[in-house]
Every structure is written in C-alpha cells, then in structure tokens.
C-alpha cells in the first residue's frame, strides 16, 4: 500500500470516527445544566434555599483520615437516625449531635447540653456521603487556636460564666446576630432556622436569613470596602461575579463580632454557584491569622424549597431568656456563698 493511499485511508477513517463521536458529544453538550438568568443576565441564584445537611461541622474523630462514607454507611446512618428521632421521643439534636448519634446508635438520644425541646421540631436533615462540612485542611478539622485566640476565648467563656449583666451575654443569646458565616445547618446550629431567601437587582444581591432576621444589602459595583474606623456585627460585604459564581468578600467586623472565637480580624470569602436547579454549593473561606493558625475553607450545599420566610420570634432585650438565666447564676452564687 502506497504511502499516499494509507494516508487518504488514514484521514477518511478519522473522518467516520469524528462523525460517529459528534452525536454523542452534543449529547453530553445537552445534558450539561447551565443556571437560568436574571433580566440583566446574571445567573440566577433568587428563591428560598435551605441548609439542611446531617453532615457535621468537623469530622469525627471516629472517622479520621475517611473523607467520604459509602453508600451502604449512608444507608445504615439514616436507619439509625429515623430509629433515634421518629414521634419526636428525643431531644432536638442541635448541630452535629444528629450525625454523631446516628454514628454512636445509642439506646436513646438526650442532648449533652440539657436542651429540653423535643426532636420534633427539627427540619428533616439530609445525609450523604461527606464526613466533615470542613474542606481544608484536608483533616476536615479546624486549624489549631493562636495563643491569643485561646486567651480571647477563654475570657469570652469566664465573662459568660460569671455574667454580671445582659451585656455579658453573646450576641445570639442577646437575639441581635448569630454571625456569620453560617455553616452548621439552621441558626448557630439549631435545625429549626436553616432558610435562606436570595433577592437580585441589577446592582446588588440580598441575602435574607430567616435566623434572627438577617438581611445582607451587598453592592456589585465595584466600590471599595467601608473606612476601616467603620465597624459592624455582620461586617461589610462587597460582592462580584466570576462566571457563574457569585463572591462576595466580607471584612469590617466588629471588636463585639464573634465567630467562633474570632472578631475584628475576621476576613470572608464566600462563593455562591448554582450546580442544579435546586441546589446552590456555598463555599466559604475563614481567615483570621490572630485566632487560626492557619485558613480553612467549607462547603455546604443549600437545597431550594418551595417555602416562606416567618417570623423569628426573638428580638434584643429578650427578657424571659435573659432574666431567667441571670436569676438563676444569682441563685448559683449565693448558694456557692453559704
């Protein structure tokens, strides 16, 4: 066979192949979900979502080095759960406590911290195959405490301790903020509060928490973040598009903030993309080098729900919270006394 004719052969079978492959990869072209679109096109991230994830915050120690859980454990967890939480005969397992007693399978579930509401009032949480909602480090732990990050938390726990007054209470018992980010499912944890709602316009995107009445006016306009002497509970928020990804970076809080710990250093980095029509993956980025050795990063996926936003029952000067708790550390310390 001459070389002219193999090479004609040669191109007239690369031809066929293409031919064939062309169909199947405009099929994978239709199958491939692109978001919908506001007017000004933008993707289109407006609706009411909610954070209902059973996947805990930090990875258990009994998981270590086991990122993902196989379908059949998935499977066997939500068993458990159901066995634990049906009728509502437990405790309302806030924060992690609903994956870690479906991973211990006690006999009973009562919650560690003498929380008196039933399960019945928890939303429905999801599992799935995740170990932590911590995605960096790699451990899925947060990074260890700088020595001034375990001096700052160890005065915020005595001056809670000792409570003098209203204003030694945090800001969620006080009914002002949770702070943000929010990561675990629902307000601060607790699985009855995980709904957000999502408002665009041309200029800026609102973030609405059903949590303490949360809303976040965040600007895309480029303009640069608020003076530094300029100081608030939720930060200042400036947001941007990146292809289909919303970020918005937050700075600006306040000495008074506190997430876990950290407060006026605390540096957000928060990324909005719509992966399916009832899904957006919320990542975040944590950084504040005076609390944290080093950053680390999570990931939650918000589900969209057919649902309202209603009122949060809980305002600032929340008296029968407040007075109950200090008449009772009163009490605590003249008994101590006698």
């Known amino acids: 066979m001459s070389d002219r004719l193999f090479a004609s052969l040669s191109a007239q079978t690369m031809a066929f192949v293409l031919a064939l492959l062309a169909p199947l990869s405009v099929a994978g072209q239709r199958q491939a979900w692109t978001p919908p679109r506001t007017p000004d096109g933008q993707p ?7 954070n209902n994830s059973a996947t805990p915050f930090e990875r258990p120690k009994a998981l270590e080095g086991r990122p993902f859980l196989t379908d059949q454990e998935v499977v066997e967890l939500k068993r458990r759960a ?6 509502g005969n437990a405790d309302l397992p806030i924060g992690d406590n609903l994956f870690l007693a479906a991973l211990a399978n006690p006999e009973h579930f009562r919650n560690p911290n003498g929380a008196n509401r039933s399960s019945a009032y928890m939303i429905k949480r999801e599992f799935d ?3 932590s909602l911590i995605v960096d480090p790699p451990d899925g732990r947060i990074p260890p405490l700088t020595p001034e990050g375990q001096r700052r938390r160890a005065a915020t726990a005595a001056r809670e301790r000792a409570l003098a007054g209203p204003e030694d209470f945090n800001n969620h018992t006080r009914c002002m903020t949770p702070g943000l980010p929010r990561i675990g499912a629902g307000a ?8 957000y709602q999502i408002v665009q316009s041309p200029g800026h995107v609102v973030l609405f928490l059903e949590a303490f009445h949360d809303a976040r006016i965040i600007p895309l306009d480029g303009r640069p973040h608020l003076s530094g002497s300029i100081r608030q509970l939720s930060g200042d928020s400036r947001g941007r598009w990146d292809g289909d990804t919303l970020i918005v970076d937050t700075t600006n809080f306040s000495p008074k903030s506190d997430f876990l710990g950290s407060a006026d250093n605390l540096h957000l980095v928060e990324r909005f993309t719509r992966v399916a029509a009832d899904m957006i993956k919320y990542d975040v980025t944590v950084e504040d080098p005076t609390t944290w050795t080093k950053p680390w990063s999570a990931s939650i996926r918000l589900k969209q729900v057919q649902a309202m936003i209603y009122e949060f029952a809980c305002h600032e000067g929340n008296r029968g919270t ?3 708790i200090l008449a009772i550390t009163r009490a605590e310390e003249k008994k101590g006394s006698r």
């Open 129 to 131: 195959n995740r170990t």
């Open 322 to 324: 407040i007075e109950s």
């Open 44 to 50: 289109d991230l407006q609706g009411v979502w909610l």
């Open 188 to 195: 601060a944890g607790d699985p009855q509060y995980g709904y």
């Open 82 to 87: 159901d066995r634990l939480f049906k009728d």
